[in-house]
């Protein structure tokens, strides 16, 4: 969660021209997703950025997110980790130390797949 004024605070270091009115329905939208329900574009007042660099400049877990403006408060639900299109290191680094194998651990993150040698 984040007040009003640290979400534009934060949205400005990056881009000073930002302008937003808060009384407007649409001040923040999300325009696009992508394949995997994760936000791709997302509209900030008067400027459009990717949803990888929201998901940066807010410090939030995944583009899987949705958002809520309640009062003076933004509310952001985030689902899962990381950017959705691979393997997580830190994921597969974890299942390494718990013993597992690099067949179990590209099975774990890709299923439905199967190694074979060439």
Not at 91 to 101: E, I, P, R, T, Y
């Amino acid at each position: 969660m984040l007040t009003k004024e640290e979400f534009v605070n934060k949205i400005k270091e990056k881009h000073p021209e930002l302008e937003i009115d808060f009384t407007k329905e649409d001040a923040i939208a999300i325009k696009e997703y992508t394949d995997s329900n994760r936000v791709k574009t997302l509209k900030i007042g008067n400027i459009e950025l990717a949803g990888v660099e929201v998901r940066t400049l807010l410090e939030l877990r995944s583009t899987s997110f949705s958002f809520l403006i309640d009062g003076d408060s933004i509310k952001f639900s985030v689902i899962g980790y990381g950017h959705g299109v691979g393997m997580s290191q830190t994921g597969a680094d974890a299942l390494a130390k718990q013993g597992k194998n690099y067949e179990e651990i590209v099975k774990h993150f890709y299923t439905g797949v199967e190694i074979v040698n060439m």
